[in-house]
Structures are given as structure tokens and as C-alpha cells.
């Protein structure tokens, strides 16, 4: 997975709590992408990051934010998460914003 | 905007079958177009890819796809499928250049059942 690690790999927790998940990449790539994965809506990009501290929305942005304070790390928060929030997320990561290389997924669930 | 469409969520082929999966996207600009494979409980994993040059490309595992502007097409396919080839296809575009920053945009999935 092109050196890319995602933790926790699945977490249960209850709707409006706070859930924070990680992406850790040892590339050193300058693009790092968030998103989830729905049945019947492939996967939809949350948020991207473009930088250390150079971050922009997706298009399903709404309810997250996120992070990146270095290179390696991007972080995706659910500030009071709701059932609507259970998927698969994803992160991935880029060098040169032409091919992305994805990380193993994170399964969320929220009660 | 751009957005794209897998005909099909579900494709079922026998064992040494052609494969063929298909995708039409719209976009604005010349696009990047991708095919993605997802196994069971598992990350995307990227098949091939279309950037410039050449618009028949070939990815691993066999398969291969062709870009087609005219019909704004860039169909999946492999001239005999394995059981291996079971999986969940992804295809997604991006916008080759602006502030697009590799933004991609995916299709719906396609899952491909291969029988023996």
C-alpha cells in the first residue's frame, strides 16, 4: 500500500461523539486525500490536503475537518459523530497529484 | 464538474471469458482516467491509467483499456478472465491541470463474479 497506514482500522463509538482517525504515510508525498466509501456511491473525496497546513474541502465535507501539522500525517475528525458518518474510510496519498495510492481503509461504525 | 458512470454493478462472466467493464465520464478538460481494483476487505489497488500518448494502455493482471474521446469511453478489458479476477472495479477521472490538485471523482463500482 505504497507506505501508507490508517489507525484504528475499525472503531465502533456513539453518535455525537468526537472520532479522530489517521494517515500516516513514510513517502513523503505532498497530497493526501480523505475519503469514504458507500455501497452504490464509490468512493467521495471528504477532504485533501495539498501541503503541511494547505488543506480544502471535497465534495461530502460537511460534519468533518482535518489536519495536517507535518508531511506524514493527515488527520480526519468527526466532531460529533452521527450514524449517517458509518462507512469505510479512506486515505491516499499522491506525489505528484496524478496517481493516488490508497491506504488499507478504517471501518467506522456509530451507534 | 465531472462525473462518471459504470454501466453495470454487477458483471458475472465464466472463467476464460472476456471481460468487459464499462465506464463513461464527462469532463471539462482533457481528463486522467483510472481503474481501480478493490479485493474483499482490502484498499483500492490501481489497474492502469491514462494520462497522454498512447490511448489503448495496458495495466497488471492482464487487463487493458482504451480511451475513446469521441465517446467519451475508457472501457475495461481482459480477454480471459481467472478466478482471481474477482473483485470490485472502480473506475474515476480527475482534471489534468488548474487547482484540480488529482482530485478524483469514481464511479459507482462494478462487481465482477467470475464463474468456473
Known amino acids: 500500500d505504497a507506505g501508507i497506514t490508517q489507525s484504528p482500522r475499525h472503531k465502533v463509538t456513539e453518535t455525537g461523539t468526537p472520532v479522530t482517525l489517521r494517515c500516516h504515510q513514510t513517502e513523503n508525498h505532498r497530497y493526501m486525500y480523505w475519503y469514504r466509501q458507500d455501497p452504490g456511491h464509490g468512493l467521495r473525496l471528504i477532504h485533501y490536503?495539498?501541503?503541511?497546513?494547505?488543506?480544502d474541502k471535497g465534495e461530502v465535507s460537511d460534519g468533518y475537518s482535518v489536519s495536517r501539522s507535518k508531511t506524514e500525517d493527515f488527520l480526519l475528525t468527526l466532531e460529533s459523530a452521527t450514524s449517517s458518518q458509518t462507512s469505510v474510510y479512506f486515505c491516499?496519498?499522491?506525489?505528484?497529484?496524478?496517481?493516488?495510492?490508497f491506504g488499507p481503509g478504517t471501518r467506522l461504525t456509530v451507534l | 464538474a465531472q462525473s462518471v458512470t459504470q454501466l453495470g454493478s454487477h458483471v458475472s462472466v465464466s472463467e476464460g471469458a472476456l471481460v468487459l467493464l464499462r465506464c463513461n465520464y464527462s469532463?471539462?478538460?482533457?481528463?486522467?482516467l483510472f481503474w481501480y481494483v478493490q479485493y474483499p476487505n482490502q484498499g483500492l489497488q490501481l489497474l492502469l491509467k491514462y494520462t497522454t500518448g498512447a490511448t489503448l494502455v495496458k495495466g497488471i493482471n492482464g487487463f487493458e483499456a482504451e480511451f475513446k474521446k469521441s465517446e467519451t469511453s475508457f472501457h475495461l478489458t481482459k480477454p480471459s478472465a481467472h478466478m482471481s479476477d474477482a473483485a470490485e472495479y472502480f473506475c474515476a477521472v480527475s482534471d489534468t491541470g488548474g487547482t484540480s490538485y488529482g482530485k478524483l471523482t469514481f464511479g459507482q463500482g462494478t462487481i465482477l463474479t467470475v464463474h468456473p
Open positions: 469532463s471539462s478538460v482533457p481528463p486522467y
Open positions: 490536503s495539498y501541503g503541511v497546513k494547505d488543506t
Open positions: 491516499a496519498i499522491s506525489d505528484n497529484a496524478d496517481t493516488q495510492y
